[in-house]
């Protein structure tokens, strides 16, 4: 009675920290990025029309994503209506079912206690709940495409053939949400476990997950190919796809080891922590592997901790070779971190880890003040907020010193410190810190009070500027193509004056040092102003001949 008791009572917290970090506050904030707001207007065109073979914008072809996300956007607007909560759910409830699918599996295979840890080490760590609140493909993916190398590596190790069915099922969803890279991604984490434990019948589920992924996925690829033909192709899988990786098209480039940074901060605190545990966190792997395999392996083998490094390194190694990076990439890695954490840290005995308890916590302690100095100096000099960043770097080193506190009873309780702080900071994030921040990084708040300044049949203009949510909040009122120096701007004042223009705030004193134009800041939030631009007309008549050192210059001028 009292373990079913204390079985209970796990479940309920692990659902409670979900809730938390996936579902609190989620409709909150104000679409932000150039990703949310695009999706998000896919899928009410997809809804709006009825097609959901080919997703548009703005009534054309979209064609850089797959549809499983505007899909499940376009079913979540139906039941809950167009908000910013809806269009984020798809995202959270996928998470959420990788989460407790990790859970399980980790629970089958080996114990609770692991299986416990490891869900609580996914759902706290920053790279897995910051990406998993936002309305974009990139959670889905990584969610979809965890369940099946999860429910791949059950049948893997135990034998049986329904997990391969369903790791197939869940990997041509995956392929849905964003392309082949699923079925890519899913080869790098199968195929080394497969040379150093083959069988015959590990290579027949492997096959037969290949299938039933190809049987998902291909019925869309083949009708959107019929649709589109080789737009598509050129769109999708040339740029999309190929370009994105090979070449620095898109503009996403970084260093070599820029993952790794990423991956070690999206799994702060928890990678400290296991990683310095010294030698004890290493042999506590070999001592309780994940699962014992049923069938063509030796005694003492651990097929399981194959195929779960190559999940991790492989990928890991791919990403980092690709021309175009951007932290969500990574976020299918979490899951499988977050299993590696779990199994580096259960295995640890009480005596040992008390032995590097102060090496282990102090070094935690020390990387938390830096992280609250490089957060106080962030959140200052961008958000002129250095309050929000002295509270979140002071979240970061009392977490730390708890932890160091309870860890002199056991290393469980520091665990569960360490996650009750990273819940703590995100209800700090999530009700005070990004409200301050959203008008840095989305227009929401500025288009919505500029609707009411904007006279009937005007629209918006951009200047030097170009953001998703600008055309998204003002409900289609942007001309999409934006102002680039004062030529242009000139040009469309022959024609069209006063003009209502957003643009950020640094290029405001510049216009209003114009002398043929008047520039009127009418408000400004965050990063934009509203500026209405008129014509000057003293003399009776607008002359817009450019200046000698303009006409020469105006890319510099403008800047």
């Avoid at 990788?98 to 114990?111: Q, R």
């Avoid at 135990?158 to 890279?181: H, N, Q, V």
């Avoid at 291909?218 to 050129?234: A, D, H, M, T, V």
């Avoid at 120096?485 to 705030?505: A, C, F, K, Y």
């Amino acid at each position: 009675m009292k373990t079913t008791t204390l079985s209970l009572a796990k479940i309920f917290y692990l659902l409670l920290v979900l809730y938390l970090t996936l579902f609190f506050k989620l409709g909150d904030l104000a679409f932000v990025g150039s990703d949310e707001p695009r999706y998000a207007r896919v899928a009410e065109e997809m809804r709006q029309s009825a097609d959901y073979i080919v997703p548009t914008l703005h009534g054309r072809p979209w064609l850089e994503k797959p549809p499983l996300y505007y899909w499940l956007a376009a079913a979540s607007y139906s039941l809950f209506g167009v908000s910013e909560k809806s269009a984020r759910l798809p995202s959270a409830l996928a998470a959420a079912l990788s989460i407790l699918c990790l859970w399980w599996v980790v629970k089958k295979l080996k114990d609770e206690d692991t299986a416990f840890l490891a869900a609580l080490i996914a759902a706290t760590s920053p790279l897995f709940f910051t990406f998993s609140r936002a309305a974009s493909t990139d959670p889905i993916f990584s969610s979809l495409l965890s369940i099946g190398l999860l429910l791949y590596l059950y049948g893997f190790i135990r034998g049986d053939m329904w997990p391969c069915l369903a790791s197939g099922a869940a990997i041509g969803l995956a392929t849905l949400a964003k392309g082949p890279i699923a079925v890519i991604l899913a080869g790098m984490a199968g195929l080394p476990a497969l040379a150093f434990y083959p069988s015959t019948r590990r290579w027949f589920q492997a096959i037969l997950s290949l299938l039933v992924s190809l049987v998902v996925a291909l019925p869309w690829y083949w009708l959107i190919i019929q649709r589109s033909g080789f737009e598509f192709i050129s769109v999708f899988f040339l740029n999309h796809n190929l370009a994105r990786f090979f070449t620095g098209l898109h503009h996403h480039q970084q260093p070599f080891y820029y993952y790794v940074e990423v991956l070690a901060l999206g799994m702060y605190p928890w990678i400290i922590v296991a990683f310095l545990g010294g030698k004890a966190s290493w042999l506590s792997i070999k001592k309780t592997p994940l699962g014992t395999a049923t069938f063509a392996c030796h005694p003492g083998s651990n097929p399981g901790l194959i195929l779960l490094g190559s999940w991790i390194l492989l990928p890991l190694l791919a990403f980092s070779a690709s021309h175009s990076k951007l932290p969500a990439y990574v976020l299918p890695l979490a899951v499988p971190s977050s299993l590696l954490l779990s199994l580096l840290l259960s295995g640890i005995e009480e005596t040992t880890f008390q032995k590097r308890r102060r090496f282990v916590f102090g070094s935690l302690i020390a990387a938390s003040l830096a992280l609250a100095v490089a957060a106080i100096t962030t959140v200052s000099s961008r958000y002129q907020a250095p309050h929000i960043g002295l509270v979140l770097g002071g979240c970061l080193v009392l977490e730390s010193c708890l932890a160091y506190f309870l860890a002199r009873r056991n290393l469980a309780s520091a665990l569960l410190a360490l996650a009750g702080s990273n819940v703590a900071i995100v209800l700090f994030l999530a009700t005070v810190a990004l409200p301050m921040m959203e008008p840095y990084h989305s227009t929401r708040s500025l288009v919505q009070h500029a609707l009411a300044r904007l006279p009937a049949n005007e629209k918006f203009y951009q200047y030097r500027t170009f953001h998703q949510t600008i055309d998204y909040y003002s409900g289609g009122r942007t001309v999409m193509e934006s102002i680039e120096d004062l030529q242009g701007l000139r040009g469309v004042l022959q024609t069209h004056s006063p003009l209502w223009t957003i643009t950020e705030n640094v290029q405001v004193p510049f216009l209003q040092s114009q002398m043929d134009f008047q520039a009127q800041l009418l408000e400004s939030r965050g990063n934009w102003s509203l500026v209405k631009i008129s014509k000057k007309t003293a003399t009776g008549h607008t002359s817009f001949a450019l200046p000698a050192w303009d006409r020469l210059t105006p890319r510099i001028a403008a800047r």
